[in-house]
């Protein structure tokens, strides 16, 4: 089992910066990926950004390359999404994700409880 804990959304002008934690209760080094997702209103959830814990190989959606960063701090269990340049259609609810692959069986598939995003003037 795999708790997540998102925090750091809120609201924000365009053009600006927010940084989301996403706290793991175990260690990172137990989990094969982790990665943001979005989900806005009237919308299907999507993948922002994506990261594999042991290489740190990552991966964006075309819409935030270049603006959004994701990373992990091993001694924290946290993963980070840094976004600047925040647009209004940044706005979502940002879900924090956990995957360890399963052997012989489905992989585990943990989610955060989201957090708010909104940007706006």
């Known amino acids: 089992q795999v708790q997540l804990v998102e925090s750091g959304g809120g609201l924000v002008q365009p053009g600006g910066s927010l940084r989301l934690s996403c706290a793991a209760s175990r260690s990172i080094f137990s989990i094969n990926t982790m990665g943001w997702y979005r989900q806005a209103p009237g919308k299907e959830r999507e993948l922002v950004a994506g990261?594999?814990?042991?290489?740190?190989?990552?991966n964006y959606a075309d819409s935030v390359k270049g603006r959004f960063t994701i990373s992990r701090d091993y001694v924290m269990n946290t993963v980070f999404l840094q976004m600047d340049s925040l647009k209004p259609e940044d706005t979502a609810v940002y879900y924090c994700?956990?995957?360890?692959?399963?052997?012989?069986?489905?992989?585990?598939?943990?989610w955060g409880q989201g957090t708010q995003v909104t940007v706006s003037s």
């Open positions: 994700n956990a995957r360890i692959q399963g052997v012989g069986v489905p992989d585990y598939v943990y």
């Open positions: 990261i594999i814990i042991s290489g740190s190989k990552t």
